[in-house]
């Protein structure tokens, strides 16, 4: 049977995109290891895993690759200790509860790995990040115990300025964090931050980060989903004035947005929206181009409830008409 998350991290390191190292599950001795063996799912993920990190090695630079083998290495020690009481590797047989938790960290992974890819003549790779720590404030019976912390933003891999001006843009972000309001020294409260590209074309790279956070005990999670537009020619992220030009825009745009959200929400808009409304429509990282118009997103909370998740509106481009920039229309193109 074919395994690659059990495979010892030396050999791990040492692996090539054309090979997956083999576990054999007679020799199976710590309670992960046993736990993949005797779990179907586990089983089958495990299996699923190999392929994608695989799949993530073809093709890359050898430094891109170690990066890549540095996170998953990363990810192992953290799939050893995010479904455990007290953020060390389980020590005694994992209960279903915990099998479940651990077939959920595999699919995440899974789709992590996803993110190396060629797309639109760039080869993009992940780089990742993990921690898991002990929740000191957890209740003896509360069913979370361990605080757990994902990122992971994208770059591409190449030895070409582009490729050095893309990898420098998506760090200034990497570096500005998540935007989930988390203190410092919170204990309770699990955050993942996910970076994709969502669209190559011959002007723009445009991507879209995923910040999530959810309090220990809290009935839900939030979240937040920002676009980034990196403009290929001018090897820099968009920025406003490259899409609109002239004064007043921005309140025309938000006239036009309030009536799109009247449409789409009804009495369920919020009234108190409209005062920020202007400066919303305005940032860049809520807009996304499609051959319909500009896509305009709020997050959640910000024009009606929750359960409406991030509501976006589309502002037709003969609508937009007289306020763009002379090379919007070639940005925004889908091509």
Known sequence: MIRFALVPLAVLLAATAAQAASFDCARATTPF???????????AADEVLAQAYATALGGLS???ARIVTDGQKAWLDYAARACSDD??????????DQAQCLAGTFRERIQGLEASRMLGGYRFYPLDSFSVRRDTEAEPDAYNKVTTRTFQTIRIDAATPLAAAFNAAIDALRT?????PIAPDDVSTDTSSETRVTEV??????????DYWYGHGAAHGNYTIDAHHFLIDEQRLLDASDIFAGEGWQQKLAELALAALKEKLGDGLFETALSDLAEWVADPRRWTFTEDGLVLRFQIYEVTAYAYGAPQVTIGWPALDGLLA??????????
């Open 33 to 43: 290891e046993t736990a993949i063996c005797t779990h179907p799912e586990l089983s």
């Open 87 to 96: 953020a060390e590797p389980i020590a005694t047989p994992y209960t279903d």
């Open 326 to 335: 002379p090379e919007a229309e070639a940005i925004a193109s889908p091509y």
């Open 176 to 180: 500005a964090g998540p935007t989930a």
């Open 201 to 210: 074309t011959s002007r723009r790279i445009s991507l879209e980060t995923n």
């Open 62 to 64: 050898q430094p891109a």
